[in-house]
């Protein structure tokens, strides 16, 4: 009994499936060369989708409203795409990531005052600069996080 060998890419229905076309649709595409595929015949997935995004952005002979459909199904695939890859990070891994940084930050300056001088008075004055400069740079750094909007503590989970 003998196996078939293991293919490389999707299927037309796969594919379909994954960029919410028609079979029909996927084996038109192919036929045109718009679709790469694998000497096996099955479809390279990565290199299809972008040859249909980019397809979808060339828009010949479609009206400005069907354009600006496709363009945004574009980019919806695009961020798709980016995000398995992991080159997108959720909002509340970067704030983790920052409110770690930060902790690093501080830690690092907590022995600064001591080190730079035995004169209690300065050390209260450098205390008192550092903790000024660390509340503004968590403040910015929450502001970036947030894309640029300030802190809400009323925020919710998006749901993934």
């Known amino acids: ?3 078939k060998p293991r293919r490389k890419g999707a299927t037309r229905a ?6 919410g076309l028609t079979v029909q649709r996927v084996g038109q595409m192919i036929a045109g060369g718009l679709v790469p595929l694998h000497e096996d015949g099955s479809i390279d997935q990565d290199a299809a989708r972008l ?7 060339s828009g010949v002979g479609r009206s400005d409203s069907a354009q600006r459909v496709n ?6 695939l695009k961020f798709r795409l980016e995000r398995e890859r992991g080159e997108w990070l959720r909002k ?14 501080v830690a690092a300056l907590r022995g600064l005052p001591a080190a730079a001088t035995r004169d209690l008075e300065t050390r209260k ?6 903790g000024f400069a660390c509340d503004r740079f968590r ?9 640029g909007l300030p802190e809400d503590d009323s925020e919710e989970d998006d749901g993934e």
């Not at 796969?14 to 960029?19: I, L, N, S």
């Not at 363009?71 to 919806?76: K, M, N």
């Not at 004055?125 to 550092?130: G, H, K, P, Q, V």
Request: net charge negative.
């Open 51 to 57: 040859a249909y995004i980019d397809g979808l952005r």
């Open 92 to 105: 509340k891994e970067v704030t983790e990531e920052f409110n770690f940084v930060f902790q690093e930050m």
């Open 1 to 3: 009994m003998s196996r």
């Open 14 to 19: 796969e594919f379909a499936a994954h960029v």
């Open 139 to 147: 403040a910015r750094m929450s502001e970036v996080a947030n894309g």
């Open 71 to 76: 363009d945004i199904r574009a980019e919806a």
């Open 125 to 130: 004055s450098i205390e008192s600069y550092l």
